[in-house]
């Protein structure tokens, strides 16, 4: 067996005495899309704001590339090489497609201009996000420098998803990419997806869209009652066994079949 | 799951043509508004050099020349400056109602500490501007940790400032012949410069110059694009790795510092430390803000609108007077520019969506 790239090991989340997380386990494997899916208050995004660096779980063990790590914040997880996409974006509106790139992340000019009085490169900002744009098929925006609100909910998507995929180094998580779009953008972004699982970077991708899931999915966590309930196969289930599963209407699987 | 995916084709077809009709239809608006989003500053330039065309013409060559032009920057140096401080502030959706009493609490601890205190002016001069940055970081560190509003905890700050300030300095006034035999530095931002018939203050240079600062840090610097951003959205910018709470102390910290930089720049312009001084400086800062085309939701303007918003405010008390009629008439205009300021930034937000 591969070894995996993210693991996660008996964590354990609890608010009072609901309780979020029970001994969940998790596995990402080296260039794989890994769906997440699971019933309204199974529990998914605690395990992804764990991944995520956005809680910390009461116990248990996270591994990145075989090593132990800790994260306790957003920011600890993009040195990782861990990226995020929130469903919400996190984009800030009113700020440039490259300023939103390198948000938190900025380069500087090289020499004084830059070491001392502390001037950005946005020129090499700029050809930068404009590379991983056109990179990822999404030229159709026309000037980097425009707002992130002049932008479709598409287009916006797509930014920040060419942000996670230029930074996130190990793994990319999208939460619900395509919840807040039209067909013919949810296609964009489904091949979105599949462009930066060819550039070797694995995905977890948290979707309550079916046929979406199992259009780009290589494996498929369930997600139940604040832990892993199996992982499946999409050639094996169909999506009708895999809602099922998600809500309790079917057994699952022997745990082999991962 | 994906009903929707039989009728896609024919769906995807309507709203291009409706997308390609309505730009055709509202362009010139829309783009006009568009540019207006990018640099919104413009309107305020805009009003500004006709409100100057237009008294220039009105009053003639009493109000159309350097001595009159540099005295309007003189007249609104203090505001200026402390209004540089509430942009900051104000970028990030905030808003500050304690500038005036820190700048004025800045003034009193300068000239107490070198009258009272006996120290060296230069130190107290330091000691006015480090209680600037305290006072600053005290709200910052207000709004950021203890999740206060920002308008509640300068509310407090301002009333607990100035109580302090009139406490401290028993409402006595240091006057200004004083000030110049022990002290003259006290006065330093007074002194002038002269170019034929304008005169520019030290106070109306180290407002020209916070601005040019200011506008390259805001602009140039990753701590600029974080306070944009700060304002923007701050749970985007939390998550996009922008350390939100470091950036809002510090925008309250050196709003603090600039504060007090105008406490002793307000030395300068009265020659005298005066506790009564600068009451209105919030209010008026906020005006000059608002007219600048900073908008009071965060993340859009620019500091450069925010000087042409004190100018704006400045030309129309100085045309006004000179035309002899009622100072209210300015009150009244700048009223009505305030609430145009905001109408513009509404439609700006809304072209957006």
Redesign the interface.
């Given at each position: 067996m591969t070894e995996a790239v993210l693991t996660a090991r008996k964590l354990n989340k609890r608010y009072g005495h609901v309780v979020a997380m029970e001994d969940c386990d998790f596995d990402l494997l080296p260039g794989e899309i890994l769906a997440i899916i699971g019933d309204n208050g199974a529990g998914k995004s605690t395990l992804i704001k764990a991944l995520s660096g956005a809680l910390r779980p009461d116990s248990g063990e996270i591994r990145l590339e075989g090593k132990p790590v800790t994260i306790n914040s957003p920011i600890q997880a993009r040195e990782l090489g861990i990226e995020t996409v929130y469903q919400t974006l996190a984009l800030s509106p009113a700020l440039s497609i490259a300023d939103n790139m390198f948000m938190g992340r900025e380069l500087l000019k090289p020499g004084i201009m830059g070491s001392l009085f502390r001037q950005l490169d946005k020129k090499k900002m700029q050809a930068i996000a404009r590379d991983k744009l056109s990179e990822l098929g999404l030229m159709t925006i026309q000037n980097i420098s425009q707002t992130v609100e002049t932008l479709s909910g598409g287009q916006r998507q797509g930014v920040a998803v060419a942000r996670a995929a230029a930074f996130g180094t190990n793994v990319v998580i999208l939460d619900e990419p395509t919840a807040a779009l039209g067909v013919k953008e949810s296609r964009k972004v489904l091949d979105l997806i599949k462009t930066i699982k060819e550039k070797g970077i694995p995905i977890i991708l948290i979707s309550h869209n079916m046929p979406h899931v199992f259009e780009v999915a290589d494996r498929i966590h369930v997600h139940r009652l604040g832990k892993r309930l199996c992982i499946i196969d999409p050639k094996d289930y169909s999506m009708s066994d895999a809602v099922a599963l998600m809500t309790g209407a079917m057994a699952p699987p022997d745990k082999e079949a991962a | 799951?994906?009903d929707?995916?039989g009728s896609?084709e024919t769906?995807?077809q309507e709203p291009e043509i409706v997308a390609d009709f309505s730009n055709r239809h509202k362009s010139a608006m829309t783009r006009l508004l568009?540019f207006l989003?990018?640099t919104p500053s413009a309107i305020p330039l805009f009003v500004l050099v006709m409100a100057i065309i237009i008294f220039g013409i009105l009053n003639g060559h009493r109000f159309f020349s350097p001595f009159a032009l540099t005295l309007i920057l003189q007249q609104v140096a203090i505001v200026g400056i402390v209004a540089v401080a509430q942009s900051l502030v104000i970028l990030t959706a905030g808003i500050d109602l304690s500038v005036g009493a820190i700048a004025v609490m800045a003034s009193v601890i300068m000239g107490k500490f070198s009258f009272d205190l006996g120290i060296p002016p230069e130190l107290a001069v330091l000691c006015g501007l480090g209680s600037g940055l305290l006072f600053g970081t005290a709200n910052g560190l207000l709004v950021a940790y203890v999740k206060l509003p920002p308008f509640i905890v300068t509310l407090g700050m301002w009333q607990i400032v100035l109580a302090a300030n009139f406490l401290y300095s028993g409402s006595v006034v240091i006057r200004s012949e004083e000030i110049a035999q022990k002290a003259p530095i006290l006065q330093f931002f007074g002194r002038t410069i002269t170019f034929g018939g304008a005169v520019f203050t030290y106070g109306v240079i180290l407002l020209l110059l916070l601005v040019l600062l200011m506008s390259y840090i805001l602009s140039?610097?990753?701590?600029g694009?974080?306070v944009?951003?700060v304002g923007?959205?701050p749970?985007?910018?939390?998550?996009?790795?922008?350390?939100v709470k470091a950036t809002l102390v510090s925008v309250y910290a050196i709003g603090g510092f600039i504060c007090a930089l105008a406490g002793w720049a307000l030395i300068g312009r009265l020659g005298s430390v005066s506790p009564q001084a600068g009451q209105l400086a919030n209010i008026e800062s906020i005006t000059a803000v608002v007219i600048g085309g900073i908008s009071l939701f965060g993340?859009?303007g620019s500091v450069a609108g925010t000087l042409f918003g004190a100018l704006i405010v400045g030309v129309f008390t100085l045309g006004l007077r000179l035309l002899g009629a009622d100072v209210q008439w300015t009150y009244l205009l700048i009223g009505a520019l305030i609430i145009f300021a905001v109408t513009i930034d509404q439609a700006i937000r809304k072209v957006?969506?």
């Amino acid at each position: 067996m591969t070894e995996a790239v993210l693991t996660a090991r008996k964590l354990n989340k609890r608010y009072g005495h609901v309780v979020a997380m029970e001994d969940c386990d998790f596995d990402l494997l080296p260039g794989e899309i890994l769906a997440i899916i699971g019933d309204n208050g199974a529990g998914k995004s605690t395990l992804i704001k764990a991944l995520s660096g956005a809680l910390r779980p009461d116990s248990g063990e996270i591994r990145l590339e075989g090593k132990p790590v800790t994260i306790n914040s957003p920011i600890q997880a993009r040195e990782l090489g861990i990226e995020t996409v929130y469903q919400t974006l996190a984009l800030s509106p009113a700020l440039s497609i490259a300023d939103n790139m390198f948000m938190g992340r900025e380069l500087l000019k090289p020499g004084i201009m830059g070491s001392l009085f502390r001037q950005l490169d946005k020129k090499k900002m700029q050809a930068i996000a404009r590379d991983k744009l056109s990179e990822l098929g999404l030229m159709t925006i026309q000037n980097i420098s425009q707002t992130v609100e002049t932008l479709s909910g598409g287009q916006r998507q797509g930014v920040a998803v060419a942000r996670a995929a230029a930074f996130g180094t190990n793994v990319v998580i999208l939460d619900e990419p395509t919840a807040a779009l039209g067909v013919k953008e949810s296609r964009k972004v489904l091949d979105l997806i599949k462009t930066i699982k060819e550039k070797g970077i694995p995905i977890i991708l948290i979707s309550h869209n079916m046929p979406h899931v199992f259009e780009v999915a290589d494996r498929i966590h369930v997600h139940r009652l604040g832990k892993r309930l199996c992982i499946i196969d999409p050639k094996d289930y169909s999506m009708s066994d895999a809602v099922a599963l998600m809500t309790g209407a079917m057994a699952p699987p022997d745990k082999e079949a991962a | 799951m994906n009903d929707a995916s039989g009728s896609g084709e024919t769906r995807e077809q309507e709203p291009e043509i409706v997308a390609d009709f309505s730009n055709r239809h509202k362009s010139a608006m829309t783009r006009l508004l568009g540019f207006l989003q990018t640099t919104p500053s413009a309107i305020p330039l805009f009003v500004l050099v006709m409100a100057i065309i237009i008294f220039g013409i009105l009053n003639g060559h009493r109000f159309f020349s350097p001595f009159a032009l540099t005295l309007i920057l003189q007249q609104v140096a203090i505001v200026g400056i402390v209004a540089v401080a509430q942009s900051l502030v104000i970028l990030t959706a905030g808003i500050d109602l304690s500038v005036g009493a820190i700048a004025v609490m800045a003034s009193v601890i300068m000239g107490k500490f070198s009258f009272d205190l006996g120290i060296p002016p230069e130190l107290a001069v330091l000691c006015g501007l480090g209680s600037g940055l305290l006072f600053g970081t005290a709200n910052g560190l207000l709004v950021a940790y203890v999740k206060l509003p920002p308008f509640i905890v300068t509310l407090g700050m301002w009333q607990i400032v100035l109580a302090a300030n009139f406490l401290y300095s028993g409402s006595v006034v240091i006057r200004s012949e004083e000030i110049a035999q022990k002290a003259p530095i006290l006065q330093f931002f007074g002194r002038t410069i002269t170019f034929g018939g304008a005169v520019f203050t030290y106070g109306v240079i180290l407002l020209l110059l916070l601005v040019l600062l200011m506008s390259y840090i805001l602009s140039q610097t990753s701590w600029g694009r974080h306070v944009y951003a700060v304002g923007d959205d701050p749970e985007a910018a939390e998550l996009s790795g922008v350390k939100v709470k470091a950036t809002l102390v510090s925008v309250y910290a050196i709003g603090g510092f600039i504060c007090a930089l105008a406490g002793w720049a307000l030395i300068g312009r009265l020659g005298s430390v005066s506790p009564q001084a600068g009451q209105l400086a919030n209010i008026e800062s906020i005006t000059a803000v608002v007219i600048g085309g900073i908008s009071l939701f965060g993340g859009r303007g620019s500091v450069a609108g925010t000087l042409f918003g004190a100018l704006i405010v400045g030309v129309f008390t100085l045309g006004l007077r000179l035309l002899g009629a009622d100072v209210q008439w300015t009150y009244l205009l700048i009223g009505a520019l305030i609430i145009f300021a905001v109408t513009i930034d509404q439609a700006i937000r809304k072209v957006s969506l």
